[in-house]
């Protein structure tokens, strides 16, 4: 009688077909990871290039910022609000505005402007007519760097202004998605300073 010569192990053609399997899952595996990374790099990009247009949108208005009387420069670390020469209509004369950003919990970035002449300028659109710049979680933060006029000695970064009659030397914005625990992308703005309206 012949005994069975089997020991229990593997045939060839059983490894082949486990090694060909194992390739093909890897394979799907890295596809999804490196194709998921991708979109997540397109969506970080797309994300750092909104936060780069509203820190352009920002260093304009505040580079045309000007002192007029009764309406003073007044900072936090999360809003500002101050006068510029802006256009109302583009091809129009620059008019004195007033404008106000401000970083909102859970609406994002929003940014208002109004007649400088009117009544309620002081208070730009503390309740709501502002346009949102970035919605959602992002955060604003911003800080002051004062100069002694006399001097001309810079101080230290503080995190509010209210001076009525000078500007700060430079305002820094820093914004950062508040989703993501990333650096936030910093748009430091020096100030021409302009000693009232024309």
């Not at 194709?35 to 909104?50: A, I, M, N, T, W």
């Not at 700060?168 to 950062?176: D, G, K, Q, T």
Request: glycine fraction near 10%; proline fraction near 3%; hydrophobic fraction near 45%.
């Amino acid at each position: 009688m012949k005994r069975s010569s089997r020991r229990g192990a593997f045939t060839l053609i059983e490894l082949l077909l486990v090694v060909l399997m194992t390739g093909m899952v890897m394979s799907v595996v890295f596809a999804c990871f490196f194709g998921g990374l991708r979109v997540f790099e397109r969506v970080s990009s797309f994300r750092e290039d909104e936060i780069y247009r509203v820190g352009e949108q920002f260093a304009h208005d505040l580079k045309n910022a000007i002192v007029l009387p009764g309406a003073v420069m007044e900072g936090s670390s999360d809003s500002i609000a101050f006068s510029a020469s802006l256009y109302v209509v583009e091809g129009t004369d620059l008019e004195p505005q007033r404008v106000r950003y401000q970083g909102v919990a859970g609406k994002g970035i929003l940014r208002s402007v109004a007649s400088a002449a009117g009544a309620a300028a002081d208070r730009v659109d503390a309740a709501g007519n502002a346009d949102v710049l970035l919605a959602g979680a992002y955060v604003m933060r911003l800080r002051y760097l004062p100069r002694d006029r006399e001097s001309g000695v810079l101080g230290d970064w503080q995190e509010g202004w209210s001076d009525g009659t000078n500007l700060p030397m430079a305002v820094r914005l820093m914004i950062s998605d508040g989703a993501l625990a990333e650096e936030p992308i910093v748009r430091t703005v020096m100030l021409a300073i302009s000693e009232g309206g024309e």
